[in-house]
């Protein structure tokens, strides 16, 4: 491929990143097509066209699949980076009209949202009603991959569990997490009345493959885990095969538990709970949007601690 040096940034350019960016999020052009609304051969058009502006080979497709070359991987780092700064500068501006206008990327962990008290979902929602002008960015993701975006600023906030505090960051209580141990309604142990803490070691269990607070490791260490899991929608489709053991949050198995077809297992012993905090960059220039955000959780957990 002809190099060329980049002489200049241009909207059109920013459209063709965006367009990458996209595509390397989906890891196809096939599973880009939806996100982006356009077809998969108008993207290799475009992809094709990138390449040709910035001179460098981006991405390798074909019969061997998708996957980003090494100049590919640099040039969405970045963007990445160029992104969160125009994004810095419009916060700026906007915050000397005094509007909240702009907008605002959150991480969650998964299954938050059958929280029984719901906080995020408040607020989100009373900020999008107060400010239609503010664009909400959502992502569902692991606790690392939250921490680490905060920490670059490619998102403003993250709901995460407190487990191991990082010293970047700043971690504002939002509520705290029953989790209990389950097995399915066809288990051995839905039907056993008399069991004990070394029983449990007989059969099969899952553990999660992402950091977990003091209390849930300690618990774990009754369990034969035999599997493990990515996440708790992972734990719940090995607990409902019948065969494993496994523990998950009260108020996600909650209609499982409701439909009969799991089963709490000493429960009396084997549960933990975990405090959900909402992070945030230490040090961060002051944001509007996030300020606001923010009050909306405050009045949202004393509206739930009056009731």
């Known amino acids: 491929m002809k190099n060329s040096k980049l002489q200049q940034i241009t909207d059109f350019d920013l459209k063709l990143l965006k367009i990458f960016k996209t595509v390397a999020e989906c890891r196809s052009f096939t599973a880009a097509e939806s996100v ?12 094709t ?3 040709n502006r910035l001179g460098l080979r981006l991405c390798q497709r074909g019969r061997a699949g998708f996957a980003l070359t090494e100049q590919g991987q640099e040039v969405l780092g970045y963007f990445e980076e160029l992104s969160t700064s125009i994004e810095r500068f419009r916060s700026k501006i906007n915050q000397i009209h005094n509007q909240l206008k702009g907008e605002l990327h959150l991480g969650l962990i998964n299954n938050l949202v059958t929280m029984h008290h719901d906080l995020i979902t408040e607020s989100l929602a009373q900020l999008t009603e107060e400010n239609p002008d503010v664009c909400l ?7 690392s991959d939250i921490e680490c975006k905060v920490l670059d600023q490619r998102l403003h906030l993250g709901a995460v569990p407190l487990v191991t505090p990082l010293a970047g960051l700043d971690y504002t209580p939002l509520y705290a997490e029953d989790s209990s141990l389950y097995c399915a309604k066809q288990h051995p142990l839905a039907i056993e009345q008399d069991i004990n803490l070394n029983d449990l070691g007989r059969w099969p269990a899952v553990r999660p493959n ?67 905090c909402m992070i945030s960059r230490k040090a961060n220039p002051e944001n509007l949007i996030v300020a606001q955000f923010f009050k909306y959780l405050q009045q949202a957990q004393q509206r739930y601690q009056a009731a």
Not at 137 to 143: K, R
């Open 36 to 47: 982006l609304g356009i077809s998969r051969s108008a993207i290799s058009l475009h992809m």
């Open 210 to 276: 992402y950091a977990m607070p003091d209390s849930a490791i300690r618990l774990h260490q009754h369990l034969n885990c035999t599997a493990t899991a990515t996440d708790r929608e992972g734990i719940a489709f090995l607990i409902l095969s019948g065969k494993f053991l496994g523990f998950l949050p009260d108020h996600y198995a909650k209609k499982w538990l409701d439909d009969g077809l799991i089963k709490q297992v000493l429960p009396q012993k084997m549960h933990y709970t975990t405090e959900i």
């Open 49 to 51: 066209d990138l390449e």
């Open 137 to 143: 960015n959502l992502s569902m993701s692991t606790l």
